[in-house]
């Protein structure tokens, strides 16, 4: 019997864990809840659920900022609860881990992510590394191996990762720390400053997604918050294009971005690079006009996908099922992908 193995997408909003026993993606926030600073409360989407609601003694947190691990301890405990979970039902002897991880981070951040693995008590037989944008090619059905000059570019919860590929490596890869978070973020200094109205990180959130959803509302967005002036709950429509002129500063920054990476791109992978167009991966790919802004900044074609969530932990279940791809993935020793 082969061993069996685990996908692991650690972003810094959701955890994603393919799961080779049964082929399936396991998907919850990437948080936990602490009760009396020492005992686990809740993790997950069940910790999620308590945020931005829970009493003083509960302290619920992201274990990820920036796409590094801030705290080892916490990533530690979520990943183990997570992978008890899914190794419930019959006997587990242990597993491999292949783990995701952005290009543009110090060695040291991410062997972090080796050591988190190693000591986080889940019985892991083998722990391999995996650039996420080479899991995000593989995840959109490109054979990264074969492509030259592909550019992806994952919008996610804390990042942004831009990365040119090109026969199985990274030419060029950089990390920006902008994301979902900030979008919500410009929404509620939006909401603020416009109205006098304090929304919360999930109602800012919730609004981000009703605007891109396809039955989204013409003119406003009813939101619920607390009036400035007044201190009591109040409810408002918010018009839409408040809400869509509040993202341009950072999808104005990401698309200055993918421009400076397209300034540095080697002349003989340009041309691959027009031909594919760039490639739009990460929970914030489904943001409302995003493909179209970049496509307008750059004058490349964006192609989207159906779902940009789970790319990464697609692309990993492939290299743990295809012999061809298996090689993409390296171990920690090395500390460089041998190809
Ligand atoms: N339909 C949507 N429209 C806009 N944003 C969305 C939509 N669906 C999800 N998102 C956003 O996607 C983000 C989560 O995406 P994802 O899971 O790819 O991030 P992550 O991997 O946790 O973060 P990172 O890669 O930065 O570490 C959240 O900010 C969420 O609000
Ligand atoms: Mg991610």
Do not use: C, W
């Amino acid at each position: 019997m082969s061993s069996s193995a685990f996908g692991i997408d650690l972003g810094t909003g959701n955890i994603k864990i393919y799961n080779d026993m049964d082929g399936t993606i396991m998907r919850e926030k990437n948080m936990i809840a602490i009760i009396n600073k020492t005992t686990l409360f809740a993790y997950g989407d069940a910790a999620f659920d308590m945020y931005e609601k829970a009493p003083g003694n509960i302290r619920i947190s992201y274990p990820l900022t920036n796409g590094v691990i801030a705290d080892i301890k916490d990533m530690q405990t979520v990943l183990r609860s997570f992978v008890n979970d899914l190794t419930q039902k019959g006997k587990y002897n242990g597993a491999d881990f292949y783990i995701s991880v952005p290009k543009d981070i110090t060695e040291v951040e991410k062997r972090a992510f080796y050591d988190l693995i190693r000591d986080a008590n889940v019985k892991a037989k083998k722990i391999m590394i995996v650039e996420k944008a080479i899991a995000d090619g593989l995840g959109l059905d490109i054979n990264v191996k074969t492509s030259q000059g592909v550019m992806v570019v994952n919008v996610g919860f804390d990042t942004t990762e831009i990365s040119i590929l090109s026969l199985g490596g990274i030419v060029l890869s950089k990390l920006i720390k902008t994301g979902g978070q900030k979008f919500d973020e410009a929404i509620r200094n939006a909401v603020r400053k416009e109205y006098n109205l304090i929304i919360g990180g999930k109602t800012a959130e919730k609004v981000k997604i009703s605007l891109s959803s396809e039955n989204a509302p013409e003119d406003g967005i009813i939101v619920y918050g607390r009036d400035i002036v007044t201190g009591l709950p109040v409810e408002r429509k918010i018009p839409t294009d408040l809400i869509e002129t509040s993202l341009n500063e950072n999808t104005n920054s990401i698309i200055d971005n993918i421009k400076l990476i397209l300034e540095r791109t080697p002349p003989e992978l340009a041309a691959d690079i027009y031909r594919h167009g760039i490639y739009l991966t990460g929970g914030s790919a489904s943001l409302r006009n995003l493909d179209r802004l970049i496509n307008r900044g750059t004058n490349l074609k964006v192609n989207l996908t159906e779902d940009p969530i789970s790319t990464v932990a697609t692309g990993l279940a492939r290299i743990i099922n295809e012999d061809e791809f298996r090689p993409l993935a390296y171990s920690i020793e090395g500390m460089s992908p041998h190809r």
